[in-house]
């Protein structure tokens, strides 16, 4: 089946430095990709929708210039987290949806943030 | 009210025993998905469904589209079945999905 990576798979940084997370569709062209974030036993909520070539829709409450994003090319998609607090420590997963039937979502392996 | 709801939200089980897991959802839509996410993070799509039912290995997954509701089910379940197992929908094709809030699955050995 198709393949998303993300990287790195966990990163530790200070508070108010800047982390960077890429998501790959290793197999397909994906000309979406979201962008979620879980909390400690709780579900994944929506970041943001990321559209090749295009700005990025924020969901609401979702502070798009702490979370910048960036679709470069059908196949990559990163997450900027700039400034980073303690709060920002989280679990980052990003799907990717090749934009074809059967719409299927593929999703990334996640990435874990932990600001000191 | 959750635009989608999952029950149970924990459910210990025995091997060998059949599990299920429920979820209704509140909106229109055009596929459901049923997810399973392992302890270390990542998630596993197990289904997509827009209609009837699916079956891959001792998963089977059903739909009612009338009544809004969806079933995942575990055969002779297996201590590596333990997980999280999570249901979304879609209410347009390739669309973002809105998740349950999950079903913390623990199969006891």
């Known amino acids: 089946g198709a393949v998303v990576s993300q990287h790195p798979s966990w990163v530790i940084c200070k508070s108010g430095t800047s982390v960077k997370i890429e998501c790959r569709s290793l197999d397909f062209q994906a000309t979406t990709m979201f962008w979620y974030r879980q909390f400690p036993k709780q579900s994944l909520m929506l970041m943001a929708t990321?559209?090749?070539?295009?700005?990025?829709?924020?969901e609401q409450g979702v502070e798009k210039d702490k979370f910048l994003i960036n679709h470069a090319s059908l196949t990559l998609s990163t997450l900027t987290v700039t400034s980073a607090h303690p709060e920002d420590s989280s679990f980052y997963i990003c799907?990717?949806?090749?934009?074809?039937?059967?719409?299927?979502?593929?999703f990334g392996p996640g990435t874990r943030l932990t600001v000191t | 009210k959750n635009e989608v709801e999952q029950s149970p939200q924990n459910l210990t089980a025995q091997e060998g025993e059949f599990i299920t897991i429920n979820c209704s959802y509140s909106v229109g839509i055009s596929a459901l998905h049923w997810l399973q996410q392992h302890p270390g993070g990542g998630i596993v799509s197990l289904f997509m469904?827009?209609?009837g039912k699916k079956k891959h290995g001792r998963l089977i997954a059903t739909i009612n589209i009338q009544e809004k509701h969806s079933s995942l089910h575990i055969t002779a379940s297996h201590p590596r079945d333990s997980a999280v197992y999570i249901c979304a929908v879609g209410r347009s094709s390739g669309d973002k999905l809105t998740f349950g809030t999950g079903t913390r699955l623990a199969v006891r050995p």
């Open positions: 990321s559209n090749e070539g295009s700005k990025a829709t924020y």
């Open positions: 799907s990717a949806n090749p934009g074809s039937l059967p719409y299927e979502q593929y």
């Open positions: 469904l827009s209609s």
